[in-house]
């Protein structure tokens, strides 16, 4: 399991941790004779330090995760609408990071405020003054994902839950969460250290993206031909990962396949070999709105 699915496991964990923890009650008051595996499972989820892990992991997923994913999947769509900002401009979105967690490390406080969190990637871009503003199309799908993205309740009525999570995150008002701020304080310099670490480590590629230790893909290394030349290009190996993944799809589906016909399935969807009418490029929208709607949709599911 990848630290990404940990950080989305906990992530639903402190959504849904009033519910699961009344289930476990009920269950276990209705087993005359207990049962081990759940009463561990209800010590370990009404801990102080489960509940306060729980708020780290979500707020490192909803204020770090989640832009440097929207970032990584549309940068090649930026550049093809006019953004400044290429493949090697990644290298900022790093640099912010790597910023924000030397703050943090000094001040684990800092993690607790919603207002220094959020900004963390406010200053990756440049406009044609020099000044260093916000993405403004980042800024929009975060402002989106939050304040504006419903969902039905069970009573059917709509709701924002992106928006109560983070106020929950940052303002909390059940009992347990409140009781966890000054150890999710210690916990948030203990993670701010552990990725300042893993960022220089020189044994991983992160380090060749850092400008501080002059990692030869970072921002800092990076010259006006290297960019011109990545606008519009991928920041991720999508095309190269998505035949693995159509093969292991069809391995999960049916089994006891040979490996070269299940290769097949995936190869002959990519290049639309039975799709009517269907072509290998995709049709760049026509239209500035369309461009950006592209952007946006692409970027929220």
């Known amino acids: ?18 519910y699961y923890i009344e289930f476990l009650d009920e269950s276990l008051r209705a087993l005359p004779k207990g049962n081990i595996l759940q009463e561990n499972l209800f010590m370990v989820l009404t801990s102080l330090e489960m509940v306060a892990l729980t708020r780290v992991m979500s707020i490192i997923h909803f204020k770090i995760c989640k832009p440097m994913r929207w970032l990584a999947g549309n940068t090649h769509l930026l550049g093809q609408v006019g953004y400044d900002w290429s493949a090697r401009s990644m290298g900022k979105a790093v640099d912010a990071l790597d910023k924000s967690m030397i703050d943090i490390a000094k001040d684990g406080s800092k993690f607790l405020d919603e207002d220094f969190m959020s900004s963390i990637f406010e200053e990756i871009y440049t406009d044609v003054d020099g000044n260093l503003i916000p993405l403004e199309p980042l800024a929009d799908a975060m402002k989106f994902m939050i304040e504006d993205k419903q969902s039905s309740s069970v009573d059917g009525s709509k709701v924002l839950p992106n928006d109560l999570l983070n106020a929950e995150l940052f303002y909390p008002t059940r009992d ?22 893993e960022l220089r480590d020189p044994k991983k590629a992160s380090v060749d993206y850092l400008s501080s230790t002059g990692g030869k893909f970072s921002w800092g290394q990076t010259t006006q031909e290297e960019h011109e030349a990545s606008l519009g290009r991928m920041a991720t190996n999508d095309p190269a990962e998505r035949p693995f993944a159509a093969l292991t799809s069809q391995m999960q589906s049916f089994g006891r396949l040979l490996g070269m016909n299940t290769a097949a399935v995936g190869q002959a969807r990519i290049n639309v070999d039975f799709k009517r009418g269907g072509t290998r490029t995709t049709v760049a929208p026509t239209t500035n709105c369309q461009k950006i709607c592209t ?7």
Do not use: D, P, W, Y
């Open 176 to 197: 347990e969460n409140k009781a966890t701020s000054t150890l999710v304080e210690k916990m948030a310099v203990e993670v701010a250290l552990c990725v300042l670490q």
């Open 1 to 18: 399991m990848t630290i990404e699915s940990n950080l989305k496991c906990l992530f639903v964990l402190l959504k849904m941790h009033r």
């Open 295 to 301: 952007i946006l949709c692409c970027g929220l599911h």
